[in-house]
């Protein structure tokens, strides 16, 4: 038999704000709020939970479904009183659909943010752990929890505010998704005006309130909400009725009180073995690599495959050689907005027409960035474009001296350049070829039109094809193309290119993934995501333990100097990781692994390296194995005993080198004396040096107008995701603002 908690008033007062704000984000009436405050009171003093349970956790929930069934028998009250008085004011569905449509929104922004915030966010309001059993999970301390959730907040405030206005009066009223009460802005405007600690609170209880209407699959549910004691949530030993929850991952519709579920058809496969791995929290790091790579694959089903219905339509065209239909999605400038929930680097923003694949990896000819259609990427990649007007692509020709009608003069010249052969000389920065390509682009605005791009692509392909946009959606396009013409590949051939599977040891998905809607799997995929962040990006409690004393306290604040990373090995993790870079990243400046954050340290293939965006500079230099009794020291700033004269050079070189802002045929930059870069090399410094285990390194890091500082850093761990890091910024050198960083 399970013990139980005896519970005093005192104690339970001590939770009253909380279990206030949980019963504010379902109910709109204060009312009707403190009846269920005082009704979860009572519930708590006669039924206490299980010894051992989270107290707030159980709290919440109890409130929760007290609140439901208020507003259940109010609504059948309402129901009653207007019977008799029709002539009274109802949510219309209009309302209703653009309420449900809001809180939709908020739980987008919820699944945009980055880690670690969107694990503690997850966990909090969805899965409803406290800060205690966030950081039991996470690996992490409770205050570092709690921290973190308080920046979440700010940065759920700041996106709520960007998607419906300041101030909250756009979306209040969306933290009470059961509650027809608390509807527009004159709503809103009252349930901020009655709300304690607004911003922390109102973000809150709509984050709570928007994730309410996401139904978990049972086999997915989390543990807590399965085992636990579900006294007043409907717990048959209770004599309540059992929670009634469908095998599907879809948005839960609400209107006039009531859970309307919009069902998966099929049910998660008998394969998945319920019994013994019932859920995300039960399965191993493979199982969820696993099933994350076969959930982008579905996802890129729905944003790579053409619509059948514009393949019928155009099937004439398809009967020509080299024709096709192809989706392009667009994208940021690097990458689209899909670029972490698809197998395919770029995010589908580009497309080859000689290998017919999405990855920027893929000998890529054509992408579609903020509006426009762009070409010519990296190196000498030559990739040239022009808009020809309304001609129909089996309309042109295949020579180019046959000049279609419809071109006026001023575009003959560019015309003749996109038929003419091409060399490596030309191709190359600066020649007169290039000088040459009057009225021709790199990139044009995207628009019903039909477009030549000649792409010359050294080792892998040169030809010239016509393509024109067909359809637009919120995602990007379709376009048909036809390849007019291809010259012998420049340079030495590569090899022909193979169009490989993304992890093609991961087998087919299961078929109720393919039943998904498009936000249904990305939603999916984030709680995937959630899942498996503690114990990819989190640091080992036992080992912050052990090494906080030789990170060493600094006379200004801590977080600021010094502290714990982790650094995921490139690749194989990647589709568990919604960042750039995958997580083999780091920036101890930013202190994020993503690597549009001002990286510093890039782990890859068994080696640090440094360095490596642009012009940025970075020099590693190994300082060994030091032993566990000096290591306070050396991070402190004490280089090691026993060095050679070489490395006592290298670490002077790297404390005391300056970078100064020089004049360069492109504008001023910053950057290290010629003498510097000679004496540097001298040493043997270089960006690159092998990661091991144990060792302790010293790196400078030159980061291009932003900052420039030094830090030591010692591997305290490794496992089969990456290396758990202890680091300290020993010294930083201000930054001049040069003319390329205004």
Same mark, same amino acid.
């Given at each position: 038999?399970?013990?139980?908690?005896?519970?005093?008033?005192?104690?339970?007062?001590?939770?009253?704000?909380?279990?206030?704000?949980?019963?504010?984000?379902?109910?709109?009436?204060?009312?009707?709020?403190?009846?269920?405050?005082?009704?979860?009171?009572?519930?708590?003093?006669?039924?206490?939970?299980?010894?051992?349970?989270?107290?707030?956790?159980?709290?919440? $929930?109890?409130?929760?479904?007290?609140?439901?069934?208020?507003?259940?028998?109010?609504?059948?009250?309402?129901?009653?009183?207007?019977?008799?008085?029709?002539?009274?004011?109802?949510?219309?569905?209009?309302?209703?659909? #653009?309420?449900?449509?809001?809180? $939709?929104?908020?739980?987008?922004?919820?699944?945009?943010?980055?880690?670690?915030?969107?694990?503690?966010?997850?966990?909090?309001?969805? &899965?409803?752990?406290?800060?205690?059993?966030?950081?039991?999970?996470?690996?992490?301390?409770?205050?570092?929890?709690?921290?973190?959730?308080?920046?979440?907040?700010? %940065?759920?405030?700041?996106?709520?505010?960007?998607?419906?206005?300041?101030?909250?009066?756009?979306?209040?009223?969306?933290?009470?998704?059961?509650?027809?009460?608390?509807?527009?802005?004159?709503?809103?405007?009252?349930?901020?005006?009655?709300?304690?600690?607004?911003?922390?609170?109102?973000?809150?209880?709509?984050?709570?309130?928007?994730?309410?209407?996401?139904?978990?699959?049972?086999?997915?549910?989390?543990?807590?909400?399965?085992?636990?004691?579900?006294?007043?949530?409907?717990?048959?030993?209770?004599?309540?009725?059992?929670?009634?929850?469908?095998?599907?991952?879809?948005?839960?519709?609400?209107?006039?009180?009531?859970?309307?579920?919009?069902?998966?058809?099929?049910?998660?496969?008998?394969?998945?073995?319920?019994? &013994?791995?019932?859920?995300?929290?039960?399965?191993?790091?493979?199982?969820?690599?696993?099933?994350?790579? @076969?959930?982008?694959?579905?996802?890129?089903?729905?944003?790579?495959?053409?619509?059948?219905?514009?393949?019928?339509?155009?099937?004439?065209?398809?009967?020509?050689?080299?024709?096709?239909?192809?989706?392009?999605?667009?994208?940021?400038?690097?990458?689209?907005?899909?670029?972490?929930? %698809?197998?395919?680097?770029?995010?589908?923003?580009?497309?080859?027409?000689?290998?017919?694949?999405?990855?920027?990896?893929?000998?890529?000819?054509?992408?579609?960035?903020?509006?426009?259609?762009?070409?010519?990427?990296?190196?000498?990649?030559?990739?040239?474009?022009?808009?020809?007007?309304?001609?129909?692509?089996? @309309?042109?020709?295949?020579?180019?001296?046959?000049?279609?009608?419809?071109?006026?003069?001023?575009?003959?010249?560019?015309?003749?350049?996109?038929?003419?052969?091409?060399?490596?000389?030309?191709?190359?920065?600066?020649?007169?070829?290039? &000088?040459?390509?009057?009225?021709?682009?790199?990139?044009?605005?995207?628009?019903?039109?039909?477009?030549?791009?000649?792409?010359?692509?050294?080792?892998?392909?040169?030809?010239?094809?016509?393509?024109?946009?067909?359809?637009?959606?919120?995602?990007?396009?379709?376009?048909?193309?036809?390849?007019?013409?291809?010259?012998?590949?420049?340079?030495?051939?590569?090899?022909?290119?193979?169009?490989?599977?993304?992890?093609?040891?991961?087998?087919?998905?299961?078929?109720?993934?393919?039943?998904?809607?498009?936000?249904?799997?990305? @939603?999916?995929?984030?709680?995937?995501?959630?899942?498996?962040?503690?114990?990819?990006?989190?640091?080992?409690? #036992?080992?912050?333990?052990?090494?906080?004393?030789?990170?060493?306290?600094?006379?200004?604040?801590?977080?600021?100097?010094?502290?714990?990373?982790? %650094?995921?090995?490139?690749?194989?993790?990647?589709?568990?990781?919604?960042?750039?870079?995958?997580?083999?990243?780091?920036?101890?400046?930013? $202190?994020?692994?993503?690597?549009? #954050?001002?990286?510093?340290?890039?782990?890859?293939?068994?080696?640090?390296?440094?360095?490596?965006?642009?012009?940025?500079?970075?020099?590693?230099?190994?300082?060994?194995?030091?032993?566990?009794?000096?290591?306070?020291?050396?991070?402190?700033?004490?280089?090691?005993?026993?060095?050679?004269?070489?490395?006592?050079?290298?670490?002077?070189?790297?404390?005391?080198?300056?970078?100064?802002?020089?004049?360069?045929?492109?504008?001023?930059?910053?950057?290290?004396?010629?003498?510097?870069?000679?004496?540097?090399?001298?040493?043997?410094?270089?960006?690159?040096?092998?990661?091991?285990?144990?060792?302790?390194?010293?790196?400078?890091? %030159?980061?291009?107008?932003?900052?420039?500082?030094?830090?030591?850093?010692?591997?305290?761990?490794?496992?089969?995701?990456?290396?758990?890091?202890?680091?300290?910024? @020993? $010294?930083?050198?201000?930054?001049?603002?040069?003319?390329?960083?205004?």
């Amino acid at each position: 038999m399970n013990q139980t908690t005896a519970l005093s008033a005192e104690t339970l007062l001590q939770h009253e704000p909380f279990v206030r704000a949980v019963v504010r984000g379902l109910l709109s009436d204060e009312g009707r709020v403190q009846d269920v405050v005082q009704e979860t009171w009572l519930t708590a003093l006669q039924r206490p939970p299980r010894a051992g349970s989270s107290l707030r956790a159980w709290l919440a $929930r109890v409130a929760k479904n007290l609140a439901r069934d208020s507003h259940r028998s109010t609504g059948r009250r309402t129901a009653r009183e207007r019977m008799v008085a029709r002539g009274e004011s109802v949510e219309s569905v209009d309302t209703t659909f #653009e309420r449900l449509a809001g809180q $939709r929104e908020v739980v987008d922004v919820v699944l945009a943010l980055k880690e670690p915030y969107k694990s503690v966010v997850l966990l909090h309001y969805y &899965q409803e752990l406290d800060a205690a059993e966030m950081a039991k999970r996470l690996g992490r301390s409770a205050g570092t929890v709690r921290s973190q959730l308080s920046r979440a907040h700010e %940065i759920l405030g700041g996106g709520l505010e960007s998607k419906f206005g300041g101030a909250g009066a756009g979306w209040g009223g969306l933290g009470a998704p059961f509650a027809p009460e608390a509807l527009g802005a004159r709503s809103a405007t009252k349930f901020w005006a009655t709300t304690p600690a607004k911003a922390t609170v109102a973000v809150g209880v709509v984050v709570a309130g928007a994730l309410a209407v996401v139904v978990v699959p049972r086999w997915l549910e989390p543990h807590e909400l399965r085992s636990e004691s579900r006294v007043g949530l409907g717990d048959p030993a209770a004599g309540g009725s059992p929670p009634s929850v469908e095998a599907t991952f879809a948005p839960a519709l609400v209107d006039a009180g009531t859970r309307v579920r919009e069902p998966v058809q099929s049910a998660p496969p008998v394969a998945l073995d319920p019994q &013994q791995r019932a859920q995300l929290d039960g399965r191993s790091m493979s199982e969820l690599r696993e099933l994350a790579v @076969q959930t982008q694959r579905a996802i890129e089903a729905h944003l790579l495959v053409p619509d059948e219905r514009i393949l019928a339509q155009h099937a004439a065209l398809l009967t020509l050689p080299r024709t096709g239909i192809c989706r392009l999605l667009d994208g940021n400038g690097t990458e689209s907005r899909f670029d972490h929930a %698809i197998t395919k680097r770029g995010g589908g923003a580009y497309f080859s027409f000689a290998t017919r694949d999405h990855s920027y990896d893929a000998e890529p000819d054509l992408s579609l960035h903020d509006g426009k259609f762009k070409a010519g990427f990296y190196g000498i990649q030559l990739g040239l474009l022009m808009d020809v007007g309304d001609v129909a692509l089996a @309309q042109l020709p295949e020579r180019g001296d046959s000049v279609p009608g419809e071109l006026a003069d001023s575009q003959r010249e560019a015309w003749d350049v996109l038929w003419s052969d091409i060399t490596l000389e030309d191709a190359a920065h600066g020649s007169a070829f290039r &000088q040459r390509r009057q009225g021709l682009r790199r990139s044009i605005a995207i628009k019903r039109s039909t477009f030549l791009l000649r792409v010359f692509s050294p080792n892998e392909h040169d030809h010239l094809v016509a393509f024109r946009p067909l359809d637009f959606d919120d995602q990007g396009c379709t376009l048909a193309w036809r390849v007019l013409r291809t010259w012998p590949v420049p340079g030495e051939h590569k090899g022909a290119f193979q169009a490989r599977v993304a992890y093609p040891e991961v087998p087919v998905g299961p078929t109720w993934l393919t039943e998904m809607s498009l936000d249904e799997l990305m @939603q999916f995929l984030a709680l995937v995501r959630a899942q498996a962040a503690g114990r990819l990006l989190e640091v080992p409690g #036992e080992l912050a333990e052990r090494y906080s004393g030789t990170v060493g306290e600094s006379p200004r604040s801590f977080a600021e100097t010094s502290g714990f990373a982790r %650094i995921l090995r490139r690749g194989e993790w990647d589709p568990l990781v919604e960042m750039r870079g995958g997580g083999a990243y780091y920036s101890f400046h930013s $202190r994020s692994n993503d690597y549009d #954050e001002e990286p510093e340290l890039e782990l890859q293939q068994g080696r640090y390296s440094s360095g490596f965006a642009g012009r940025d500079r970075g020099f590693l230099l190994d300082l060994g194995e030091v032993p566990f009794d000096q290591l306070a020291a050396v991070m402190s700033g004490s280089p090691p005993s026993g060095f050679s004269e070489r490395e006592r050079a290298a670490w002077d070189f790297l404390w005391n080198a300056r970078a100064t802002v020089q004049a360069f045929d492109d504008g001023e930059r910053r950057a290290l004396s010629e003498a510097d870069e000679e004496r540097a090399a001298a040493l043997g410094l270089g960006r690159s040096v092998p990661a091991i285990v144990g060792h302790t390194y010293l790196l400078r890091s %030159i980061l291009f107008d932003t900052h420039d500082h030094l830090v030591t850093f010692t591997v305290i761990g490794g496992d089969e995701f990456g290396h758990t890091l202890a680091w300290r910024i @020993q $010294r930083s050198w201000p930054v001049e603002q040069t003319s390329r960083g205004r």
